[in-house]
């Protein structure tokens, strides 16, 4: 479980394959300070494990699905990366709840700069525009960043499979401190959107036909004696 928060930025430096995927090593120093065999680290969004490491690198797979879901495919010596180590239980939830599992990828449409800070216009797969929302959150290779603007849902006649988009506005430190100071029109991105979005997604696809809502079993809502088994 991440938050979003980026600690560094890193640079892969060795890909091999490996079957139908790809062994990576990326040099970070930050991220591998404290890392242990089998610790997870957010690779621009994409949590990989770690199964090998030295002082300033580490080595991970990477599976077929998550380099067919993500900027990962392709992935060469040189591409810089966010990087973020796993949040502690007892650490400060700084941006949101961030899995590491991309939903998918989006293109950047237009950078649009101000006196002090940019705003990316990004754009999102049809199955994903519903999941997005203008002030909530989503991560972009890995950082949490609040909507700040996002496309209307698509006319009945437009149909449902028309790609939406969002904007973003990236303060000087997110701009620093990230890839996303150098992102440019045509540059992937890796998304994922708010776990809270996608359970209610999934919880209103059981909704029976004509209902708001979906049937719970009978004693699914009803509180037990002391509140609890």
Excluded: Y
């Excluded at 879901?69 to 990366?81: A, Q, Y």
């Amino acid at each position: 479980m991440f938050t979003g928060i980026v600690e560094e930025i890193g640079e892969i430096t060795a890909v091999e394959p490996s079957g139908d995927g790809v062994r990576v090593t990326v040099r970070g120093p930050k991220a591998v300070s404290d890392a242990a065999h089998g610790d997870s680290i957010s690779v621009s969004g994409v949590c990989l494990t770690v199964v090998d490491q030295g002082d300033d690198w580490f080595t991970a797979d990477v599976m077929k699905q998550t380099l067919d879901m993500s900027t990962l495919d392709g992935v060469g010596p040189g591409r810089v990366v966010n990087l973020e180590r796993a949040t502690a239980a007892h650490g400060r939830l700084g941006g949101h709840i961030v899995q590491g599992h991309i939903d998918g990828t989006g293109e950047v449409l237009e950078v649009r700069p101000g006196a002090q800070w940019q705003v990316l216009r990004v754009s999102v797969p049809a199955e994903l525009a519903p999941l997005v929302v203008d002030k909530g959150s989503i991560a972009v290779d890995g950082v949490s960043l609040t909507v700040s603007g996002a496309s209307p849902a698509p006319s009945a006649a437009a149909g449902s499979a028309v790609d939406g988009w969002f904007e973003v506005s990236l303060i000087p430190e997110t701009l620093v401190a990230t890839t996303l100071g150098d992102r440019v029109p045509g540059d992937r991105v890796n998304l994922e959107t708010d776990i809270l979005a996608r359970h209610v997604q999934r919880l209103l696809a059981f909704a029976p036909a004509g209902s708001a809502s979906p049937e719970l079993p009978a004693d699914a809502s009803a509180p037990t004696e002391g509140g609890s088994e």
